[in-house]
DNA sequence: CGCTTAATATCGTTT
DNA sequence: AAACGATGTTAAGCG
């Protein structure tokens, strides 16, 4: 951590960081002043800074999981030296917003390119989907009953087969994402095997309208769940005593 | 920056730092795994993460405004040695929630106690306008009286009540920016729950078509007010002397 | 572009 | 502890 170098130079540093587009942290003695859609101003003391290649940027106390002061990209900032201080001024590109922070002291400082190409998921697998609606048969339909999850078929894995309210055999079909053309035409040959008669509903958290065009001109359903929901109920539910649970306490 | 020393010693110099409650700062090659309301997995990549002295944790990304992966605090957080990678395990006090990191390689950590007492200002919030529009009822009605401000129904918090002109109770709704439906909907349940021969005002500096349109339609009314003279009300009346101003005027 | 809805929303206050 | 309302909410989806 660079902490022996005079305003001057630091000043220096971040202009040439900021030029060549490098992630800055900076941990400083700062007080920030805020005006855009309110206004705030917050009085010295020491925080961390964060610029982000994309501009993107953060003001965090010691304390609270949330910044004190933000800018969302894309921002224009410029560097400049106060009496005894240097001065960032965070400007929003498309709305009428200013950061404007005075900085007194640094006491750590770091800049670089930073290498991440690792992809994000958010996810909850169509197998764990299926256990919970084992569980909660009522999310798929008031007074549906579950005959089997994961059952074998000459055309693929049905996930869920149930009976309705009203007793009729029904196919059930788990889409994690949003339900395309393919999954229809799964279902399709699912229906196709198990005969007249047969129900069938296409689970998804969304359908493209090409595909609820093709379901609705066969005859069959569509049904929305939110994962994040279901996703919700596995958390609570097997807070009892689980291999999650455990997992989730650390043992 | 530290950048030499082996993992081991780096988990040493994490686990002192959480021990003695500084405020952590590493960037990292990471994955993380975040299991809880919902799951996420985040692959390989170079981050900034954060763990704040109240424990709050944050990983963020080379861009984008947002942290990737977060957890409020109180936090436990423990750190173990994995095969080849420093494991940071944080793991929700009162919620089953936790995110689990493992660390491959350090480009830069700072550990320290910060120092910060400043306290924070927000001006202009609806809050700060009711107090204006107190000490100014004419801006709302010539003959306008109020009655009280911020007062709490069940319905929500009702930003100005009074008395207007003809002596016919009135409830103000504040929004500092264009109001839309969801103003309307809010005015119209302070209403519902006001009862009958009850007057509603909506201030705000702009309303969209369709709101207007729902407001009229309810027999409310819409006033439009001038934040920028507002806020030249407050530069003028409040306090003359504080560090803000001071501030303000590049001190 | 504007509107609607979801979010690991967060955060404070009241019941 | 749970429920509700406000937020400099933010962010994504859809018409």
Redesign the interface.
Same mark, same amino acid.
């Given at each position: 951590?660079i902490n022996t170098l005079s305003l001057q130079d630091t000043a220096e540093l971040i202009r040439e960081a900021l030029s060549s587009r490098r992630?800055i942290?900076m941990?400083c003695m700062c007080?920030a002043?805020y005006i855009g859609?309110?206004? *705030? =101003?917050?009085?010295?003391?020491?925080?961390?800074i964060?610029i982000?290649?994309?501009t993107?940027f953060?003001i965090?106390?010691?304390?609270?999981?949330e910044p004190?002061n933000?800018?969302?990209?894309p921002n224009h900032i410029s560097i400049s030296l106060?009496?005894n201080c240097v001065i960032l001024t965070v400007r929003r590109v498309r709305k009428p917003e200013r950061v404007v922070v005075?900085i007194y002291s640094f006491?750590?400082f770091?800049s670089?390119?930073?290498?991440?190409?690792? *992809? =994000?998921?958010?996810?909850?697998s169509e197998k764990e989907i299926s256990e919970i609606l084992r569980k909660h048969p009522e999310l798929i339909e008031d007074g549906f009953r579950i005959v089997s999850t994961e059952f074998r078929e000459k055309a693929g894995i049905i996930d869920v087969l149930g009976v309705d309210a009203k007793g009729r055999r029904t196919i059930v079909e788990i889409k994690k994402d949003k339900a395309g053309k393919d999954a229809v035409k799964q279902v399709l040959r699912y229906v196709r095997e198990a005969g007249t008669g047969v129900r069938a509903i296409l689970l998804s958290p969304n359908i493209t309208p090409e595909a609820e065009k093709m379901l609705r001109k066969n005859g069959l359903e569509f049904k929305k769940i939110s994962?994040?929901e279901l996703?919700?109920i596995i958390?609570y539910e097997e807070?009892s005593e689980s291999s999650?649970?455990r997992?989730?306490?650390?043992e």
């Open positions: 951590m992630f942290v941990i007080e002043q859609r309110a206004r *705030s =101003f917050l009085e010295k003391g020491e925080r961390l964060v982000k290649e994309d993107s953060l965090h106390r010691p304390t609270e999981l004190v933000w800018q969302p990209p106060g009496e005075k006491k750590g770091f670089d390119k930073l290498s991440d190409n690792g *992809s =994000f998921h958010m996810h909850l994962m994040l996703s919700r958390t807070h999650m649970s997992f989730l306490r650390g």
